[in-house]
Each structure stands twice: as C-alpha cells, then as structure tokens.
C-alpha cells in the first residue's frame, strides 16, 4: 500500500504562486510514476504534471507548460508542484497521484484510470 498526502494548497490572486507538495508512505517501490491531477466543479479531473522515479523526465498539460514545474526528491519520497503566474482558471481541487507504467505507454500519464493510489486533494484558489 501506498498513502499519498497533498499540502501547499491556498487562495493567492492571479499572478501569483504556490508550491504543492505530496509525501508519499508506504511501499512506494510498487510505483514509478507520479502525477498531478487537478479537478474543478463540474469538470473532468485532469492531469496537470508527471515525472517518472529516478528521471528529470517530466509530462505537462499543455494548459501549465511553462508556468508549473514537477519535482520530486527521492530520498525524501515526495513530489512538488511549484505553481507560477497562476491564473484564476487553475482553480481546483489537485490531486496527487502514483501508478506502475512503462515508459513506452507514458504517453497516456494523463488517463487518470491509469493511477492506482491518490491523496486526498489540497484546493487552490485563483482570484482575479
């Protein structure tokens, strides 16, 4: 079993940043890849950021790509999500999430079926 729990989440203004941290326990070993999904009320949830143990290989949506940046610090076992110029449309619950995938399917890291553990969610709120 792996427990997934997210923090750094807020109300900032448009413009502004956050960085959003995941601590995962447990057997993490059973997983190579960890991701960053974000839901808003009445939408699908939708991946934001992955990136593969051990890698600098990193996966973004094209809505955050050059705003958001994913990390992660093995040897501590968590994953960041360092926000910048965020934008009232980034509103959402994020979710942070962990699977075993091969790198020649990591094209689809952002299926959220593909996930097998997730944390509990940490909202963030843009204002304009």
């Known amino acids: 079993q792996v427990q997934l729990v997210e923090s750094g989440g807020g109300s900032v203004q448009a413009g502004g940043s956050l960085r959003l941290s995941c601590a995962a326990s447990?057997?993490?070993?059973?997983?190579?890849?960890m991701a960053w999904f974000r839901q808003a009320p009445g939408k699908e949830r939708e991946g934001v950021a992955g990136i593969f143990t051990g890698s600098i290989n990193t996966f973004y949506a094209d809505s955050v790509k050059g705003r958001f940046t994913v990390s992660r610090d093995d040897a501590k076992n968590t994953v960041y999500l360092q926000m910048n110029d965020l934008q009232p449309e980034d509103t959402a619950m994020y979710y942070c999430a962990a699977t075993s995938i091969s790198r020649r399917n990591a094209g689809s890291w952002f299926w959220a079926n593909n996930y097998i553990y997730w944390g509990q969610g940490t909202q963030v709120t843009v204002s304009s």
């Open positions: 447990g057997y993490t070993y059973s997983t190579n890849f």
